[in-house]
């Protein structure tokens, strides 16, 4: 099939399990509507591409470029660990900006470097951690860590992540009336080791277990190493399978350069058609 005057251009990448529709609009010169509306269509696994969330790349007067992102279900997200380090490399392999390159993000300016199929990318400082939180979830009391990594997160802690029930208990502590109106991400967390933890998550946005989540990571690399259990860096292994590493600094109770590096896979180039989204 031909392609279409009207398709648009897109690449479908993975940062460690996280999935992603990049679109370059520099020129702006996207029309398709209501871009939430868009956003979810395109997203939508099995009647369309499929994909954890969508980036417009836009031009910046600040950095290489900014960004509007967008959920699975349209929302808007202030920052994604992942999705930036997709971002970045398909920057860079777009030459839209060079190999170390910054860009605007609503959470602030993110900076990244790439090599080859490995980002890493520095994230803007979080929000001070609130260890120690009691929530109530149907009846039974649990233990939160919370800390906004660019976007909220809340961390438990339990022996093992593999036996969590994610999805049920996530989705409960996404919507719990303490997080409202936001809501949270949720991670369960098991340390291996100083430099090492397991981490699942439940996503706000995806409403549903991510096979990664980069600012989640991070968020649980922090909460771990605020109750003294870990060092920098940490290797976190993922629902994917895959290892993210996270370094960081420390001063006092406040955490600063903080970076998250890990594998970029390209998985295909195409032609969004009307079809797709309409």
Not at 6 to 18: L, Q, T, V
Not at 63 to 81: L, P, R, T, Y
Request: hydrophobic share 40%.
């Amino acid at each position: 099939m031909a392609k279409s005057k009207s398709a648009i251009e897109f690449y479908k990448m993975s940062g460690s399990g996280n999935d992603f529709i990049i679109i370059d609009n520099r020129d702006l010169s996207l029309d398709v509507g209501d871009l939430p509306s868009f956003a979810r269509r395109v997203c939508e696994r099995k009647i369309s591409v499929g994909a954890d969330g969508l980036f417009l790349i836009e031009p910046s007067k600040i950095a290489d470029f900014k960004w509007q992102f967008f959920n699975s279900d349209g929302s808007v997200a202030e920052m994604c660990g992942n999705g930036s380090r997709c971002v970045a490399r398909y920057a860079y392999l777009k030459g839209i900006a060079p190999q170390k390159m910054s860009f605007e993000t609503l959470a602030g300016i993110i900076s990244a470097e790439v090599n080859n199929d490995v980002v890493k990318v520095r994230l803007t400082d979080p929000s001070p951690l609130k260890p120690g939180m009691k929530i109530n979830i149907t009846g039974s009391e649990i233990i939160l860590d919370c800390i906004d990594t660019g976007v909220p997160h809340a961390v438990c802690f339990i022996d093992n992540v593999e036996t969590c029930a994610v999805v049920e208990q996530g989705r409960k502590i996404r919507r719990h009336e303490y997080f409202q109106p936001r809501g949270t991400n949720a991670n369960f967390v098991s340390v291996i080791d100083r430099h090492k933890i397991r981490v699942r998550t439940y996503e706000r946005g995806v409403e549903d277990e991510t096979l990664a989540c980069g600012t989640g990571d991070v968020a649980a690399v922090l909460a771990a190493a605020q109750r003294d259990l870990v060092d920098s860096p940490v290797d976190v292994i993922v629902q994917s399978g895959e290892t993210l590493r996270v370094y960081f600094s420390r001063k006092n109770d406040s955490f600063m350069e903080i970076y998250l590096e890990g594998l970029v896979k390209i998985v295909y180039q195409g032609f969004l058609f009307e079809e797709a989204y309409k």
